[in-house]
Every structure is written in C-alpha cells, then in structure tokens.
C-alpha cells in the first residue's frame, strides 16, 4: 500500500455551491452531499481507503447543507486547491465532472481563493477595457451579426461597411459563418477588416470587426492569428464548441491582444433545467471570465428564447460581481432583439452592457435604422 502520511495540502480550498433534489428527509440530502464530496474528487469507496490523510486533506468537505423548499437543499462543498491542479479543464471537471450526469444537481456558485485565483489571468479587457476599444461612448455599446448565411464575402464587407458608417461599435460574423465553400474565412475576414477600417477613417469611428474563429482544434490558433494579421478588432469563440480552455488560450496569447466575445452555442441545455445542470451566472459569467471571455453573450428575456428575466439578472451579476480578482465583462442581451425594445432594455440593463440586433436592423433602410438604433441607445 502506497503511504500517504506523507500527504500534507496546503489546506487551502476552493467552495462550490449546489443546489440539490432530494426527498423532504434531511438525511437523504446529507447522504446526496457526502456521495457528491467523495465523487468529485477520490470516486473511490470511501470505507475501502485506509489512509486517514485523504479523508482528511483530499475528499471535499461539506460546510453548509439548508433546506431552501421540500425535497430541495442548498449545499456548500470545500474542496482542496491541489484537487484542481492549475489548469481550467481540471477546475470545471472538479466542480461538475461525475456529478454533472446525476439528475438532481446544479452548480450555482463558486469561490476560488487567492492563491488559487492567481493562476487564472481571465478577461484582456474585461467591461472597461472594451468600452475603451470602442471609444467609450456615453451610451452602451451597440453591436450586430453579419447575416444571413449565404452571402459571399465581398457581399458582407459591403454589409460591414454599412454598419460600421451607421455607429455600430461592435461587428461580428454571425457564429454560422465559419469556414464554408461559399464563404471562405480568409477572404471574408481580410475583405470585412478592410471594409471596416475604411469606414473608421471616413468619419473618424471606432467599430470593430470580429471574425468568428470557432474551428477544429488544429485550426483554432491560425485562424485567430490570420483574423489579428488581416486587421479584426476582437474574435468571436463559442467556448461550447471549442471549449472553455480553449477561448483561454486565445485570451491569454499575447501575440493576439484582441477583445474575445464568447458565443453560447451549443450550451442552452447547461442550464436548461431547474434542477441540473449549470445556473445562468456560472455558465454565462463565472465560467467565460475565468476562461478569458470580454462579453458574454446570452438570450435575453422577452426575445425568442425562454430566459426569465429573473434568469438574466443573475447571469449580469454572474458577468460583473466581484470574482477571483477577475475583470467584470460586458454583457450582451441577443436572441431576437428588436429596435422598439431599445429603451426597454437599455432601463433593464443599463449603460455597462452591449446591445445586439440582428435581423431587425434589416427591416427597412438599413442606414436609418442604424441610426435610430444610436439614437435610441444615446437617450
């Protein structure tokens, strides 16, 4: 048998917060809360480990188990700092690895500790620094996809143009538009980038063009540096295709420097449930900043998702609370916003956030609607 008396921790732990479904019986929830301690870190029958220094240094610890309503409970775990090691993909995997198939449980919240939080550089940008990029108006940011799919690359510079002369901060590709036979992503990134900048030096504008460099694993990197040689403002990631260390990764290079806004494609089922998965403010704003994201962003309550409102008030705070040291990020309402919601959004979200219309803009003359839009968000 291995010695383990040797084992000494730090003793440091990071917390997380679940939310349990469990019978009215307290002692059901304490047996749900100790199988989620020892699952997420030795998964190993506990009365089968003999050494006594990792049942006391290694196996999460329960520090708060509360009745919130019959059958459901809120439980706070400690676990170990060295249980995480340095790297995201271990974080996440030990916050809601094994424990992520069970039916039943949901991440809320989560407290990294210093010395553990220093390992995470998170947001480039973050909130202020963004605004900044885009020449921190008075007003929030405003932004659009380049749609529909479809159309070729000169087809959407000449699109790009046209919004970037209406005061649209922010430009993105829209995150179907990859690497297609009828779009290539070179020759959209290069002609986007070019149709953008000569806007800005037409009426002195700030607007930002970013490409979409959601790819295969391989490609990731090269396509975030051709977009950043090509002249991009910022790159689009959707961390639910690519994963969460990947976008970090980008955020972290410092040959890139670009603000990243992250995607949520492919992650509405994370938190699609009550009683699973992961809460709003975790997916869309814990998680993003600690992997480097500048935005965030998400289906905003009234559109054609189903997010409450009381749903994307929690993801805002999760976006800009006070978290491991970490930048607040911008978020950024989407999901089938219209121009008539502008006042009604900008009362619900505030100035420290980025607006996104798509389609609607389209609705009309585009120039004149680019230009109530500004309008709208100004007053």
């Known amino acids: 048998m291995q010695d383990s008396t040797r084992l000494a921790l730090s003793g440091e732990r990071l917390t997380a917060t679940y939310h349990l479904r469990a019978s009215a019986a307290e002692a059901e929830a304490e047996a749900r809360a100790r ?9 190993f029958p506990p009365e089968l480990i003999a050494e006594v220094a990792i049942h006391d240094q290694v196996i999460g610890e329960v520090r708060a188990l509360r009745a919130l309503a019959p059958g459901r409970f809120e439980l706070v775990v400690a676990y170990p700092v060295e249980a995480a090691g340095a790297e995201l993909t271990q ?10 198939i069970q039916p039943g449980v949901r991440l809320v919240d989560l407290e990294l500790p210093p010395g553990l939080a220093a390992g995470y550089r998170g947001p480039r940008f973050g909130r202020e620094g963004l605004r900044a990029c885009c020449g921190d108006p008075a007003r929030p940011l405003l932004c659009t996809a380049l749609k529909p ?12 143009y046209r919004l970037a002369r209406g005061g649209i901060d922010l430009i993105k590709d829209d995150h179907g538009l990859t690497d297609q036979s009828f779009c ?6 290069r002609l986007c980038a070019e149709a953008v900048a000569r806007a800005n030096r037409e009426c002195g504008g700030h607007t930002r063009y970013l490409p979409n460099v959601t790819a295969p694993a391989g490609e990731l990197r090269a396509r975030a540096r051709l977009a950043r040689a090509a ?4 790159l689009l990631v959707c961390p639910g295709l690519v994963g969460f260390d990947a976008m970090r990764a980008l955020a972290d290079d410092d040959a890139l420097g670009l603000p990243i806004l992250a995607h949520p494609a492919f992650q509405g089922a994370h938190c699609a449930s009550p009683d699973g998965g992961l809460a709003h403010a975790v997916l869309y704003g814990l998680f993003n900043r600690l992997a480097g994201a500048d935005a965030t962003i998400f289906p905003s309550w009234g559109g ?6 009381e749903e994307c008030r929690a993801l805002v705070a999760g976006a800009s609370r006070p978290f491991a040291g970490l930048r607040p990020i911008l978020p950024v309402p989407a999901g089938g916003m219209r121009l008539d919601r502008v006042g009604e959004l900008l009362e619900f979200y505030g100035r420290d956030a980025i607006l996104l219309i798509g389609g609607d803009l389209h609705r ?12 709208a968000a100004t007053a």
């Open 35 to 43: 199988a989620i301690c020892v699952e997420q870190t030795v998964e």
């Open 91 to 100: 974080l996440i995997n030990l916050l809601f690895g094994n424990i992520s």
């Open 149 to 160: 799919m479809g159309r070729s690359p000169a087809e959407l510079a000449e699109l790009a």
């Open 184 to 189: 290539r992503f070179e020759p959209r990134v």
């Open 231 to 234: 002249g991009a403002g910022g």
């Open 304 to 309: 054609r998702f189903a997010y409450t409102a």
């Open 364 to 375: 009309g003359d585009l120039s004149a609607n680019c230009a109530r839009f500004v309008a």
